[in-house]
């Protein structure tokens, strides 16, 4: 199934639920893109939202199972208060209407101290004053809900959605009433081995409502997807699809600043296609001239505004062509987690400026690995206008469940969502399909149906996957080769190694390593790291976390790098400590990642002087 979306419909007192399958209301909303969602009209929900943790889920079901009853439906509008007073014989366990209170986007991480390490079912409540007119349809747009969410408005589901990285828009015209209403969300973090990612990872795991949530008005016809993009041949192209009843239109695109406009027609399922030579005096989009233009799609019953860059990005034997010249990738990794001592996912602009400023002006860098699954709009929008190159990817990560379809469902549907929310970004110039998944015929034929999906959905992008590599001794020399069959699938092949950090090959060895590689492609060191402590040194020692030894795994590591003819970039792990369940040494993490070249709170160590003075060099001598 493409997400899990439900309905439910009354009918003689009984409440069924419906998958879409064999009901179909009016307007479908599974499939709704919402290009440039923070934008549209309606307003922002986002603010104080009251909460209650549920970890028995009590909320949903009765202690045999069935549907939760009277008196512990936590996405029931009435006052409780009111309620108890007018029937005293009323029985209520929960109140949210006067429960803590809490901002939204967050995660309850933060919520109180109890929290920190809690695990399963929130519920977060708010009301918001609404009106619309009888020719306006309104939806319920959700950011990201991390892991799994359900949707109530007024008391009656609305729907539920899976995956804690991508955006959901529910339509609720119907449902939705003229003044106050009151919206429901039951935000659970349990993951189980079937979901994407599965409960085993590297990082925390941050539940709760972490993006943004908006109310979002629309004409009764509406574009909804517009993606537009400069090709190989010179021309830009237009893909439009339009939502409503009259979804056979004039289109009209056009760039103000250049003059520029293309027009066409949507056929009757609401798509048009076009596209017309580009104007000869357009910038094109580099971390060098990050050059963004204004881009206004129009129609007869609608408008939207777009902010874009125009570019190329290809692979010609083993280089990596932006607009036709090659590039190397001088890269990190980052998490999606703000700087400071108690991080709780909150993106704003300045937090993700904080960090992107980090790698464009700190470390000479043009490129960030936005690791392991979809990050913020915000973020991806900002790596635009600051001019760096991004790798997005999806949360196929480690001990995914290969055989499982709806494992598979689940991740056709994030990848589908990341690429349609994101095709607009000059920046994203590498689609991930999976982060250091172990070999078998299941797992290839998984991550085969989502290289497909990609190039489906986007041609004009490259394609990749963090792969694991094997190591052999050859008379007394340590070779490593690529000998993942996935290689041969991907545009460009990618490479975690930490040699000097995990293994047997002592640091001081690491750069005798020879890489070999005959397919002829271009590689990235997806990964390379070492853990330390900010300001832990020994004057006697130089061991694992302290700075020395990070500083002199990069030198060995990077010396190592100069070697391999066919590496075209970088994006060692990770710019900053990160939080992580399983790291927890009492002295050097105490539930940090140390791996990160800045500390949680923006130290840098001493390894962050190292790649930044590579790069430089890099820069300098490409």
């Known amino acids: 199934m493409h997400h899990i979306f439900k309905k439910t419909l009354a009918c003689f007192g009984l409440v069924f639920l419906i998958s879409y399958g064999t009901y179909a209301p009016a307007h479908a909303t599974e499939n709704l893109t919402l290009t440039n969602a923070s934008t549209r009209n309606g307003q922002d929900l986002s603010g104080l939202w009251n909460y209650s943790i549920d970890p028995y889920k009590d909320g949903l079901y009765g202690f045999h199972g069935s549907a939760a009853g009277t008196g512990h439906q936590r996405f029931d509008p009435q006052d409780v208060d009111i309620i108890t007073r007018e029937q005293p014989e009323s029985l209520y366990e929960y109140d949210l209407h006067r429960g803590a209170k809490t901002a939204i986007p967050s995660s309850w991480l933060t919520h109180s101290p109890e929290m920190r390490h809690y695990e399963g079912l929130v519920w977060y409540t708010r009301k918001f004053e609404a009106h619309i007119d009888k020719n306006q349809r309104a939806f319920l747009r959700f950011g990201a809900v991390n892991y799994s969410a359900k949707i109530y408005l007024n008391g009656k ?24 209403n009151y919206v429901g969300v039951g935000a659970d973090s349990v993951r189980t081995n079937d979901s994407v990612p599965p409960p085993v990872t590297d990082w925390e795991t941050y539940g709760g409502i972490t993006r943004p949530v908006r109310l979002i008005i629309t004409p009764e ?114 998490h999606e987690e703000e700087l400071g001592t108690n991080p709780s996912r909150i993106i704003t602009e300045a937090n993700a400026r904080a960090l992107l400023t980090e790698i464009k002006t700190g470390l000479n860098g043009n490129f960030v690995r936005l690791a392991h699954y979809p990050h913020s709009e915000i973020t991806t929008r900002l790596a635009d206008e600051i001019g760096i190159m991004v790798w997005s990817e999806i949360p196929v990560y480690w001990r995914i469940n290969w055989t499982n379809p709806e494992t598979l469902a689940v991740s056709r549907a994030m990848l589908s969502d990341n690429i349609k929310r994101d095709r607009n970004r000059a920046s994203i110039i590498l689609w991930s399909v999976g982060n250091e998944t172990p070999i078998s015929e299941p797992r290839n034929d998984f991550l085969r149906t989502l290289i497909a999906d990609v190039r489906a959905l986007d041609n004009t992008r490259l394609v990749t996957a963090a792969l694991l590599t094997e190591k052999h001794d050859v008379n007394g020399t340590i070779v490593a080769r690529i000998e993942d069959p996935l290689a041969g699938d991907l545009d460009v092949m990618a490479i975690n190694t930490y040699d000097g950090w995990y293994g047997p090959i002592p640091l001081a060895e690491v750069h005798e390593i020879i890489w070999e590689s005959d397919l002829g492609k271009p590689i990235v060191f997806s990964e390379l790291g070492a853990g330390a402590l900010a300001g832990f040194d020994e004057p006697d020692v130089t061991r694992k976390f302290s700075e020395s030894y990070q500083a002199e795994y990069y030198r060995q590591t990077l010396r190592m790098s100069k070697n391999i003819s066919a590496l075209r970039g970088m994006s060692p792990w990770i710019l900053k400590d990160f939080r992580s369940p399983r790291r927890q040494h009492p002295f050097y993490q105490q539930g940090w990642n140390r791996k990160g070249l800045i500390s949680e709170t ?21």
Do not use: C
């Open 602 to 622: 923006g130290v840098r160590k001493q390894a962050f002087g190292v790649l930044a003075e590579h790069y430089r060099e890099k820069q300098q001598n490409p």
């Open 157 to 180: 589901f609305i729907g539920e959605h899976e995956g804690g990285f991508t955006p959901f828009t529910f339509e609720i015209t119907e449902h939705l009433l003229d003044g106050e």
């Open 221 to 334: 016809t509406f574009i909804d997807d517009a993606w537009i993009r400069l090709g190989k041949d010179g021309k830009i192209a237009a893909d439009i699809t339009l939502n409503g009843v009259n979804t056979s239109q004039e289109i009209t695109v056009s760039i103000p600043s250049l003059g520029f406009t293309m027009q066409g027609r949507t056929d009757k399922a609401g798509h048009w296609h076009g596209t017309h030579k580009a104007p000869k005096d357009m910038s094109l989009w580099s971390p060098d001239s990050p050059t963004l233009y204004d881009v206004q799609i129009k129609t007869g019953t609608d408008v939207l505004q777009e902010r874009i860059g125009f570019r190329t990005i290809e692979v010609k034997g083993e280089d990596i062509l932006l607009n036709g010249k090659p590039i190397f990738l001088r890269g990190i990794s980052m």
